[in-house]
Protein backbone atom coordinates (compact mmCIF):
# COMPACT_ATOMS: atom_id res chain seq x y z
CA UNK A 1 0.00 0.00 0.00
CA UNK A 2 0.98 3.56 -1.02
CA UNK A 3 0.12 6.69 0.93
CA UNK A 4 -0.87 9.47 -1.34
CA UNK A 5 -1.20 13.48 -1.00
CA UNK A 6 -2.11 15.80 -3.62
CA UNK A 7 -1.48 19.09 -3.92
CA UNK A 8 -1.46 22.38 -6.27
CA UNK A 9 -5.23 22.53 -6.98
CA UNK A 10 -6.87 26.01 -6.17
CA UNK A 11 -8.99 28.79 -8.33
CA UNK A 12 -8.16 29.92 -11.61
CA UNK A 13 -9.11 31.54 -14.44
CA UNK A 14 -10.12 30.02 -17.69
CA UNK A 15 -6.99 29.28 -19.89
CA UNK A 16 -4.98 29.71 -16.89
CA UNK A 17 -3.10 26.84 -15.90
CA UNK A 18 -2.18 24.49 -12.70
CA UNK A 19 0.37 21.49 -11.82
CA UNK A 20 -1.10 19.30 -9.25
CA UNK A 21 1.83 17.18 -7.50
CA UNK A 22 0.80 13.40 -6.13
CA UNK A 23 3.17 13.00 -3.20
CA UNK A 24 3.63 8.91 -2.21
CA UNK A 25 5.12 6.99 1.04
CA UNK A 26 5.38 3.29 1.82
CA UNK A 27 6.03 1.01 -0.43
CA UNK A 28 8.09 1.64 -3.61
CA UNK A 29 6.63 4.20 -5.62
CA UNK A 30 8.47 3.76 -8.43
CA UNK A 31 6.81 -0.02 -8.65
CA UNK A 32 3.51 1.77 -9.07
CA UNK A 33 1.80 2.46 -12.20
CA UNK A 34 -0.26 6.08 -11.67
CA UNK A 35 -3.67 7.64 -12.35
CA UNK A 36 -5.60 10.61 -12.56
CA UNK A 37 -8.82 11.01 -11.77
CA UNK A 38 -11.54 13.89 -10.93
CA UNK A 39 -15.31 14.01 -10.32
CA UNK A 40 -17.28 16.81 -10.34
CA UNK A 41 -20.36 17.77 -8.35
CA UNK A 42 -22.61 15.66 -9.47
CA UNK A 43 -21.05 13.34 -12.14
CA UNK A 44 -19.58 9.77 -11.59
CA UNK A 45 -15.37 9.89 -11.03
CA UNK A 46 -13.43 10.14 -14.78
CA UNK A 47 -10.57 8.75 -15.27
CA UNK A 48 -8.15 11.80 -16.58
CA UNK A 49 -5.40 9.81 -17.04
CA UNK A 50 -2.16 7.15 -16.25
CA UNK A 51 1.35 6.36 -16.64
CA UNK A 52 3.15 3.84 -16.14
CA UNK A 53 6.04 2.54 -13.50
CA UNK A 54 8.63 3.61 -16.27
CA UNK A 55 6.89 6.67 -17.35
CA UNK A 56 5.12 6.06 -20.38
CA UNK A 57 1.86 7.45 -20.58
CA UNK A 58 -0.73 4.45 -20.91
CA UNK A 59 -3.92 6.69 -21.62
CA UNK A 60 -5.02 10.36 -21.77
CA UNK A 61 -9.10 11.35 -21.82
CA UNK A 62 -9.95 12.94 -24.91
CA UNK A 63 -11.32 15.73 -23.71
CA UNK A 64 -7.96 17.20 -22.23
CA UNK A 65 -5.60 15.87 -24.78
CA UNK A 66 -3.30 18.85 -25.84
CA UNK A 67 -3.78 20.51 -22.99
CA UNK A 68 -2.98 18.08 -19.70
CA UNK A 69 -0.11 15.72 -19.83
CA UNK A 70 1.62 13.56 -16.88
CA UNK A 71 5.14 12.98 -15.51
CA UNK A 72 6.16 11.38 -12.29
CA UNK A 73 9.55 11.67 -10.83
CA UNK A 74 10.31 8.75 -9.23
CA UNK A 75 13.31 10.02 -7.12
CA UNK A 76 10.97 12.40 -5.56
CA UNK A 77 7.98 10.06 -4.98
CA UNK A 78 5.83 12.23 -7.01
CA UNK A 79 3.69 11.76 -9.79
CA UNK A 80 2.23 15.35 -11.59
CA UNK A 81 -1.05 16.56 -13.67
CA UNK A 82 -0.05 19.44 -15.50
CA UNK A 83 -3.24 21.42 -16.70
CA UNK A 84 -2.70 24.27 -19.06
CA UNK A 85 -5.96 25.84 -21.14
CA UNK A 86 -8.15 24.95 -18.37
CA UNK A 87 -11.70 25.09 -18.34
CA UNK A 88 -14.58 25.70 -16.61
CA UNK A 89 -16.01 22.43 -17.42
CA UNK A 90 -12.19 20.79 -15.45
CA UNK A 91 -13.57 22.18 -12.37
CA UNK A 92 -14.30 18.91 -9.81
CA UNK A 93 -12.16 17.23 -7.43
CA UNK A 94 -8.43 15.80 -8.36
CA UNK A 95 -7.55 12.40 -7.26
CA UNK A 96 -4.39 11.02 -7.71
CA UNK A 97 -4.43 6.82 -7.16
CA UNK A 98 -2.09 3.90 -7.52
CA UNK A 99 -1.65 -0.02 -8.49
CA UNK A 100 0.61 -2.08 -8.13
CA UNK A 101 0.05 -4.03 -11.58
CA UNK A 102 -0.94 -2.74 -15.10
CA UNK A 103 -3.72 -5.04 -14.83
CA UNK A 104 -4.83 -4.58 -11.42
CA UNK A 105 -7.68 -1.82 -10.53
CA UNK A 106 -6.58 1.23 -8.66
CA UNK A 107 -6.89 1.08 -4.80
CA UNK A 108 -5.07 3.36 -3.24
CA UNK A 109 -6.23 6.92 -3.33
CA UNK A 110 -5.37 10.33 -1.85
CA UNK A 111 -7.86 12.85 -0.49
CA UNK A 112 -8.02 15.08 -3.48
CA UNK A 113 -7.52 18.43 -4.64
CA UNK A 114 -10.14 20.88 -5.33
CA UNK A 115 -9.74 23.16 -9.27
CA UNK A 116 -11.85 25.46 -9.89
CA UNK A 117 -11.91 27.14 -13.38
CA UNK A 118 -13.44 30.56 -13.32
CA UNK A 119 -15.19 32.03 -17.13
Known amino acids: QVQLVESGGGLVQAGGSLRLSCAAS????????MGWFRQAPGKEREFVGGISWSGIITYILDSVKGRFTISRDNAKNTVYLQMNSLKPEDTAVYYCAAKATATMPYNDWGQGTQVTVSS
Open 26 to 33: GRTFSGYA
